[in-house]
């Protein structure tokens, strides 16, 4: 594109439905800018997303390490969603897919991207397949141990398709694959500045005299390990101090009441933890977690022992069992799927993970996993060389 210092450059991203499709793509744009600024380019980052639900709000809401926005646009268009079940919705969204088609056509035209980069859902389809007609470079990244639909479609589209796994590459067709570049999955920068005694600050725990157990099931939580925590939580508690962030709308002030005097100091439940969870992650032992591929390499990249309960069922495609399989086999998680998703299972799991030496190897294994560089950093130098060669 042969910019020049002090130049503006106007790039789009999109991506939603889910944290999980929204702050891997965050983590990128913020290393993108780091880039840009490095190089005395000034940089303008358009954000596509779902017009409903969350995404708005995590978008505008996160910040890089300097406090800039890290998207300093948002704009919603209408999505559809794939379920994988007969319903009277599947009809009802095509209607919505084609009026985010339109919007997203025109919010193309009229921003005029140098690139679009895709970090996944389904809302990514239309402007990924947009920038395709009005011949703007795309970029789409894969998280997924599996590729989803919404990849497959937008592969099709892109000029590159970005995976976490090299085994990914395999599940792609022919013609995609030449276009594969394995990055790993990007996890925000503050990640990498987590601090334990800070995390530990925010907990209330002055003194750890017990391991900490993060549970999370994403930013909805999960009623299935909610479930499975108050059925074993005065077991739970006599062994560890359990932080338990339950999802927003899912908050239950029963299961403390059920503690007695003794144990209640040793539970700590959340609705959700936004801004302080890195160093939350931080200060804990071992974590219990659903499988999503965002929350999994967040952990990596701090180095934790993982508990993983994946979501199975006809509900869903099974990304989560390959990714929790994935670290299964790299000896970086203890897996409890399916039938295996039981109190008994659970108490023999976190049994081991009370022993140091356990906790140290799926520790080291785990960080393994991560790599030794940051896969933000690595996909932020390939936008680059698609502005600036």
């Known amino acids: 594109m042969g910019l020049k210092n002090s130049d503006c450059i106007t790039v789009a991203f999109t991506g939603g439905g889910t944290g999980g499709h929204i702050y891997p793509g965050l983590a990128v744009a913020d290393e993108f800018r780091a880039l840009c600024d490095e190089r005395g380019v000034q940089l303008k980052i358009h954000w596509i997303g779902n017009s409903k639900g969350m995404d708005a709000d995590i978008v505008s809401k996160n910040v890089d390490g300097q406090g800039r926005r890290s998207a300093d646009f948002f704009y919603g268009i209408p999505s559809g969603k794939l379920r994988r079940y007969l319903s009277f919705q599947n009809l009802l969204d095509i209607f919505k897919i084609l009026a985010g088609t339109v919007k997203a056509f025109f919010l193309l035209k009229k921003i005029k991207p140098a690139l679009l980069f895709s970090k996944g859902g389904f809302v990514s389809v239309p402007p990924c397949f947009c920038a395709r007609l009005l011949k703007i470079p795309v970029y789409t990244h894969e998280c997924d141990f599996t590729p989803g639909l919404a990849t497959r479609i937008n592969s099709k589209s892109a000029k590159k ?41 925010f907990l209330g725990i002055e003194r750890k005299q017990k391991p900490v157990l993060l549970v999370v099931g994403g930013s909805l939580g999960a009623r299935q390990i909610n479930a499975l925590v108050r059925e074993n939580l005065g077991w739970l508690c006599e062994r560890f101090t359990v932080v338990h962030q339950m999802g927003a709308g899912n908050a239950d002030e029963s299961a403390a009441a059920s503690l007695s005097p003794e144990l209640r100091a040793s539970y700590k439940p959340y609705a959700f933890i936004y801004a302080e969870m890195p160093d939350v992650i931080a200060a804990s032992d071992v974590v219990l977690s659903r499988a999503g591929a965002n929350s999994i390499w967040e952990c990596a990249a701090l180095g934790k022992p993982l508990v993983l309960v994946p979501l199975c069922g006809s509900g869903t495609r099974g990304d989560q069992e390959d990714n929790a399989a994935f670290f299964d086999r790299n000896d970086a998680a203890i897996v409890l799927a399916r039938e295996n998703a039981n109190g008994e299972k659970l108490r023999a799991a976190l049994s081991a993970m009370l022993d140091d030496g356990t906790r140290r190897k799926f520790s080291d294994c785990s960080m393994h996993l991560a790599g030794g560089t940051r896969p933000a950093q690595k996909i932020a130098a390939l936008l680059c060389e698609e502005l600036f060669s």
């Not at 395999?170 to 334990?196: C, I, W």
Request: glycine share 8%; proline share 5%; net charge positive.
């Open 161 to 201: 398709i970005l995976v976490s796994y090299e085994e990914t590459k395999k599940y792609l067709s022919a013609e995609a694959q030449k276009k594969a570049v394995v990055t790993g999955n990007p996890v925000r920068p503050v990640f990498y500045s987590a601090d334990a005694a800070r995390g530990l600050g």
